[in-house]
C-alpha cells in the first residue's frame, strides 16, 4: 500500500521529536516537565480516494472461460493478453493485469485476434443466433464508430444493466465517453484498458534544430503561458522556409517546409482546436448540427485551411512523412501520439506540442481523438455481473500497471526526450476530445467534408461547404432520435 506524504511527514515528525527529547535527557534536561505541556502528535490515516477505488464485491465464477475478441493490429495498441513476460514494460504489465483479474474472479481469459473488418459480423451473428456459454464472446473489440452504429441497432449492452461497471471513476475517460452517450445511455466507454485512447490522440512534432538556427523562443512557455496561437504557428512556419534548390517551389524532397502530414492527421484539427465542433449535444444528450452559422468556427477553418494551402506547407493523402521529418526537411510534422515511435531514432532533437488556440482568448487547449478501439458487450450478454465486474476489474488494474508502463516508461522514455515533451504530453491527453462528425459519421461527414476542401481557395469554401452537410447531419441525428424513441416503447 502506498505512504501518503501526510503520513511519512507525521512519521518524520514524531521521529524527530523522540530523537530531541532523548538528547534532553542526556544532556540533563528539566525532569518535572509535566507532560500536558508536550505537543500532540496526530498520525493521519491514509485516505483512499474513492474515485480510485474498485467496488466490486468479492466474486467467484467458477474457472469460467472469459472469452474476447480483439484485433491484431500492434500500432493500435489494441493487445488484450500476452502468453508470458518478455522484458517489454507494456507486455509484461499486461500479462500481470489479466493474471491478478483471473486469480481475484477465478476466470480463464481467452482471446482471439481478428481483422479490422471482422468484429461487427463476429457481433451481429452473436446476438442475432442468440449464441451464448463457451462458444459465445463476452466481449468483442470495435472501433468508435462501429461501436456507436451498433448501439443504435440493437447489438450492444445498455451499460445500465452492467451492475457493476461505474464509468464515474477516474481510471475512465470521461469527457471522451461523455460524447459517445446516446440520450444519457451509455452502450461503450473507454477506461484506463484502452491505450490506443493514448496513440491515436492528435499532436505537433516540432524539429528542435531547425527551431535553434532560427533563435525561435521556447515555445513550450508559449504553451504554458496560453500564447501559442495559430498566429504564431503560421509565422514561425513562414519564417523556416528554405527554397534549397532555388527552383523557385517549395518540395518535400529537396526544400525545408513550415508544415507536412497526412491529411486525416491535419485538415479536422482546423476546427477541433479551437474548440468547435460540426456535431454539438444539447441539454438531453440528444445531437445537433452546430456548424452553421458558427462564425467562428467558420474564421478557424478559412484561417488554418488558407494556411495549409500556401506554398511551403505539404499535406497529403498518402502516408505521414516521418523521413523527411528526420532528415530536417519539415519544421512542424501532424501526426498521431503513435508516430513518436516511428521517430525515436532521429538523429536531432525533436519537441512536442499541442495544436495551437484559435487565438489568445481560448480557455483552453483541445486535442483530438481521431479513433478508438473499444472493447463492448454484446446485447444478448448471459450473465452480466460476471461481464461487468471482469471490465470494472480491467479498467481499474490497467490503471495501476498497464497505464502506467505505457505513459512512463514508453512514452515517457522511449519516444520523447525531454522533461517539457512529457509536461506536454500529460496536459495533451488531459484535453482529449470528439466530434461526432469526425469520428462515428466520419464516412459521410469528415472524410467527405474534407475531401470537399483541399485545392486552390479551399478557405473560400468553407461556409458554403458547410451549409451542404445540413442535411447529411440531419440525417444521421434522425438515426439517433429514431433510436430513442424506439426505446420508449
Known amino acids: 500500500m502506498k505512504t501518503t506524504l501526510t503520513r511519512i511527514l507525521a512519521i518524520l515528525l514524531m521521529v524527530a521529536m523522540t530523537v530531541t527529547a532523548f538528547a534532553s535527557c542526556a544532556d540533563g534536561g528539566n525532569d518535572d516537565r509535566s507532560t500536558d505541556t508536550q505537543p500532540e502528535v496526530t498520525v493521519e490515516e491514509e485516505t483512499i480516494d474513492p474515485a480510485k477505488t474498485l467496488d466490486t464485491p468479492d466474486l467467484d465464477f467458477g474457472s469460467y472461460q472469459f472469452s474476447v475478441q480483439t484485433i491484431a493490429q500492434d500500432d493500435f495498441f489494441t493487445l488484450f493478453d500476452t502468453d508470458g513476460y518478455n522484458g517489454d514494460p507494456v507486455n509484461d504489465a499486461i500479462y500481470e493485469r489479466n493474471r491478478m483479474i483471473e486469480k481475484k474472479y477465478n476466470v480463464d481469459f481467452y482471446w482471439v485476434e481478428s481483422g479490422l473488418g471482422d468484429s461487427v459480423n463476429t457481433l451481429r451473428s452473436q446476438v442475432m443466433s442468440g449464441l451464448k456459454g463457451g462458444e459465445a464472446f463476452d466481449l468483442i473489440m470495435l472501433i468508435c464508430r462501429d461501436a456507436y452504429s451498433q448501439s443504435l441497432n440493437g447489438y450492444l449492452c445498455d451499460y445500465a444493466n452492467l451492475e457493476y461497471v461505474d464509468t464515474d471513476k477516474d481510471y475512465y475517460f470521461r469527457s471522451i465517453n461523455d460524447q459517445f452517450k446516446i440520450g444519457g445511455h451509455t452502450f461503450f466507454a473507454y477506461s484506463a484498458e484502452a491505450l490506443n485512447v493514448l496513440t491515436q490522440t492528435c499532436i505537433m512534432i516540432y524539429d528542435k534544430k ?9 515555445f513550450y512557455d508559449r504553451v504554458r503561458n496560453m500564447t501559442w496561437t495559430y498566429e504564431v504557428l503560421f509565422d514561425r512556419c513562414h519564417e523556416v522556409l528554405v527554397d534549397v534548390d532555388n527552383d523557385g517551389k517549395y518540395t518535400l524532397e529537396t526544400d525545408t517546409l513550415g508544415l507536412s502530414g497526412r491529411l ?15 456535431i454539438t449535444k444539447d441539454e438531453n444528450d440528444i445531437p445537433y448540427y452546430s456548424a452553421s452559422g458558427n462564425d467562428r468556427m467558420i474564421s478557424a477553418m478559412q484561417q488554418m485551411l488558407g494556411f495549409f494551402q500556401e506554398p511551403g506547407n505539404n499535406i497529403n493523402l498518402g502516408s505521414t512523412p516521418l523521413e523527411a521529418f528526420r532528415q530536417n526537411k519539415i519544421f512542424i510534422l501532424t501526426g498521431g501520439v503513435t508516430h513518436l515511435g516511428n521517430i525515436k531514432d532521429m538523429s536531432d532533437d525533436f519537441g512536442v506540442l499541442p495544436w495551437p488556440l484559435f487565438d489568445e482568448s481560448q480557455p483552453r487547449y483541445y486535442a483530438r481523438l481521431y479513433e478508438g478501439w473499444v472493447n463492448t458487450v454484446p446485447s444478448n450478454c448471459e450473465d452480466t455481473a460476471r461481464t461487468s465486474a471482469i471490465m470494472q476489474a480491467l479498467g481499474y488494474y490497467s490503471d495501476l500497471t498497464v497505464y502506467d508502463a505505457f505513459y512512463s516508461l514508453c512514452l515517457t522514455a522511449k519516444y520523447v526526450r525531454d522533461a517539457e515533451s512529457v509536461e506536454m504530453l500529460k496536459m495533451i491527453l488531459a484535453n482529449t476530445t470528439v466530434d461526432l462528425a469526425d469520428t462515428v459519421w466520419y464516412a459521410n461527414m469528415r472524410l467527405a467534408m474534407t475531401g470537399n476542401l483541399t485545392g486552390k481557395n479551399a478557405a473560400g469554401r468553407v461556409t458554403s461547404v458547410i451549409k451542404s452537410y445540413e442535411k447529411v447531419a440531419a440525417k444521421n441525428i434522425r438515426t439517433v432520435t429514431d433510436f430513442l424513441e424506439k426505446t420508449k416503447e
Open 210 to 218: 531547425i527551431a535553434t538556427e532560427h533563435q525561435f523562443e521556447n
Open 264 to 278: 486525416d492527421f491535419t485538415y479536422p484539427n482546423a476546427w477541433v482546436a479551437a474548440g468547435e465542433k460540426f
